[in-house]
């Protein structure tokens, strides 16, 4: 069970009290979650369904017996992994699953190419040995698959023993008989799992010389996916499909992103199986695009949810698809008239920052004993992440490339005019990473964030008169 589905309720809030329990920043996983959460609306101002794009590929990859492979990039808290949810429901009938996170399986720090790989081998055969009824086809990979694979390690002595120590204790858990191949295997992959997790304990040379063995391994790898997905579509019809998300997270060093996606952007051009990678959208726009291992038209960019029009003009059309959100998880008498449309406008359309808006405002009010959010609490609430913006557009000795603030806010103010040439200027990318630049529509025009204008209008960089999140009186 998911962190969201275990403290997540799905049915509005009516009190203020309950509030957190249905705005969670976590994804929506659950069948249940989605039915009572997603709304379509927000699509239609985004630029368009892109999982319905990716369903239609991934329909044509299954019936042409071709590898699909895609990336899909947007903010984070535009909702990638919601809409990913929402793809695994719409395929079920045809794929299989196996979604990763790199958070959580991976050392975000420290993790290497090769590690992914090797993930990915584990998975597949575990999960393919699983029942039918399991989500797996009840069929462990051949002996000589499994030979393969313990052979590659045939140089890595202490590799193998703790292998063989973790099989003594997985193995009856899995059925395996003692010294079976298999059981030696699982072993093996229990403790390449959890080397693979805490990779900064692990020892240099061990890493280069798996490298240096790169190639073969992809070859025993996509030898492991042939058998894997035969089996799968012999017993249930379905093909394994690997969806491995949060590589745009923060904590995630660039140089890690940079080795797995460009660098090795082999290991995914050859491997002969179904993948969706999520990936930073600065990554997206820089030199290194066209290195990427996702064909251009398979890359699916997540657009936020604009508040704007390009003359910073309201767009009703977006405030409302968010406000549709907003109503699906709360009742919206819990706001005093006018509050609720300063905290969309205030989020930029991002939903994990709407929803932290909300919840600091809900906590201000219970705080002073009320029932409804007034103006004070959705200003301090305002003030609160205006603050975190205001931090992001900082220096930093953890950035990899010295821009300075007047600088920044220089290529903000004419990316807010409707600067053309302004929009592909190398700093630009950083500022999307930030979430201080949004892109908006699907047609790849930028825009400032509302409470960075803000910011700018602060400074007097920005003429009060011109901006258009002071004068409606929004923020």
């Given at each position: 069970?998911?962190?969201?589905?275990?403290?997540?309720?799905?049915?509005?809030?009516?009190?203020?009290?309950?509030?957190?329990?249905?705005?969670?920043?976590?994804?929506?996983?659950?069948?249940?979650?989605?039915?009572?959460?997603?709304?379509?609306?927000?699509?239609?101002?985004?630029?368009?369904?892109?999982?319905e794009?990716?369903?239609?590929?991934?329909?044509?990859?299954?019936?042409?017996?071709?590898?699909?492979?895609?990336?899909?990039?947007?903010?984070?808290?535009?909702?990638?992994?919601?809409?990913?949810?929402?793809?695994?429901?719409?395929?079920?009938?045809?794929?299989r699953?196996i979604?990763?996170?790199?958070?959580?399986?991976?050392?975000?720090?420290?993790?290497?190419?090769?590690?992914?790989?090797?993930l990915?081998?584990?998975?597949?055969?575990?999960?393919?040995?699983?029942?039918?009824?399991?989500?797996?086809?009840?069929?462990?990979?051949?002996?000589?698959?499994?030979?393969?694979?313990?052979?590659?390690?045939?140089?890595?002595?202490?590799?193998?023993?703790?292998?063989?120590?973790?099989?003594?204790?997985?193995?009856?858990g899995?059925?395996?008989?003692?010294?079976s191949?298999?059981?030696?295997?699982?072993?093996?992959?229990?403790?390449?799992?959890?080397?693979?997790?805490?990779?900064?304990?692990?020892?240099?040379?061990v890493?280069?010389?798996?490298?240096?063995?790169?190639?073969?391994?992809?070859?025993?790898?996509?030898?492991?996916?042939?058998?894997?997905?035969?089996?799968?579509?012999?017993?249930?019809?379905?093909?394994w499909?690997?969806?491995?998300?949060?590589?745009?997270?923060?904590?995630?060093?660039?140089?890690?992103?940079?080795?797995?996606?460009?660098?090795?952007?082999?290991?995914?051009?050859?491997?002969?199986?179904?993948?969706?990678?999520?990936?930073?959208?600065?990554?997206?726009?820089?030199?290194?695009?066209?290195?990427?291992?996702?064909?251009?038209?398979?890359?699916?960019?997540?657009?936020?949810?604009?508040?704007?029009?390009?003359?910073?003009?309201?767009?009703?059309?977006?405030r409302?698809?968010?406000?549709?959100?907003?109503?699906?998880?709360?009742?919206?008498?819990?706001?005093?008239?006018?509050?609720?449309?300063?905290?969309?406008?205030?989020?930029?359309?991002?939903?994990?920052?709407?929803?932290?808006?909300?919840?600091?405002?809900?906590?201000?009010?219970?705080?002073?004993?009320?029932?409804?959010?007034?103006?004070?609490?959705?200003?301090?609430?305002?003030?609160?992440?205006?603050?975190?913006?205001?931090?992001?557009?900082?220096?930093?000795?953890?950035?990899r490339?010295?821009?300075?603030?007047?600088?920044?806010?220089?290529?903000?103010e004419?990316?807010?005019?409707?600067?053309?040439?302004?929009?592909?200027?190398?700093?630009?990318?950083?500022?999307?990473?930030?979430?201080a630049?949004?892109?908006?529509?699907?047609?790849?025009?930028?825009?400032?964030?509302?409470?960075?204008?803000?910011?700018?209008?602060?400074?007097?960089?920005?003429?009060?008169?011109?901006?258009?999140?002071?004068?409606?009186?929004?923020?």
């Amino acid at each position: 069970m998911s962190q969201s589905s275990a403290v997540q309720q799905t049915t509005p809030a009516t009190s203020l009290e309950d509030v957190y329990k249905t705005l969670q920043p976590e994804p929506l996983e659950t069948p249940e979650e989605l039915a009572a959460f997603y709304q379509a609306a927000i699509n239609q101002v985004r630029g368009g369904d892109k999982i319905e794009r990716i369903r239609l590929r991934l329909g044509r990859a299954y019936r042409d017996g071709i590898p699909f492979k895609a990336c899909v990039m947007g903010h984070r808290g535009v909702g990638k992994s919601t809409e990913l949810s929402r793809l695994i429901e719409r395929i079920n009938n045809q794929f299989r699953v196996i979604r990763f996170s790199a958070m959580t399986v991976l050392d975000p720090g420290s993790f290497r190419p090769l590690d992914v790989l090797l993930l990915m081998m584990a998975e597949v055969a575990e999960r393919t040995a699983l029942l039918v009824q399991q989500g797996g086809a009840g069929k462990r990979p051949s002996e000589a698959r499994l030979r393969e694979i313990w052979d590659w390690f045939a140089t890595e002595k202490d590799t193998r023993e703790q292998a063989q120590t973790m099989a003594a204790t997985v193995e009856a858990g899995v059925g395996a008989k003692e010294e079976s191949l298999w059981s030696k295997i699982v072993g093996l992959f229990a403790t390449l799992k959890g080397e693979i997790k805490f990779a900064a304990t692990r020892k240099q040379e061990v890493v280069e010389y798996r490298v240096s063995r790169l190639t073969s391994l992809i070859e025993v790898a996509n030898r492991l996916l042939d058998e894997c997905n035969q089996a799968l579509r012999t017993a249930s019809g379905h093909q394994w499909l690997f969806i491995g998300e949060d590589f745009d997270r923060a904590g995630i060093p660039n140089q890690r992103i940079e080795d797995l996606f460009v660098t090795y952007a082999n290991i995914f051009q050859d491997l002969r199986t179904h993948l969706i990678f999520t990936l930073p959208i600065g990554l997206y726009y820089s030199s290194s695009a066209p290195r990427l291992p996702f064909p251009g038209d398979c890359s699916f960019v997540i657009p936020d949810t604009p508040m704007y029009q390009p003359d910073h003009t309201a767009n009703a059309i977006g405030r409302e698809a968010v406000q549709k959100v907003l109503a699906a998880r709360m009742n919206l008498d819990l706001f005093e008239p006018e509050q609720m449309m300063r905290l969309i406008v205030a989020s930029g359309g991002n939903l994990r920052d709407l929803f932290s808006l909300v919840n600091y405002a809900a906590d201000s009010a219970l705080l002073r004993s009320a029932t409804q959010i007034n103006a004070e609490d959705v200003q301090g609430a305002i003030v609160n992440l205006r603050s975190d913006y205001e931090r992001r557009l900082g220096l930093s000795p953890f950035d990899r490339e010295t821009v300075t603030y007047d600088d920044k806010a220089a290529l903000l103010e004419r990316i807010y005019n409707g600067e053309k040439e302004a929009q592909i200027t190398d700093p630009v990318y950083s500022l999307l990473n930030s979430r201080a630049v949004q892109e908006f529509n699907g047609q790849r025009w930028f825009g400032v964030h509302p409470l960075v204008v803000d910011i700018l209008v602060g400074q007097g960089r920005l003429s009060q008169l011109k901006a258009g999140v002071v004068p409606d009186g929004t923020l």
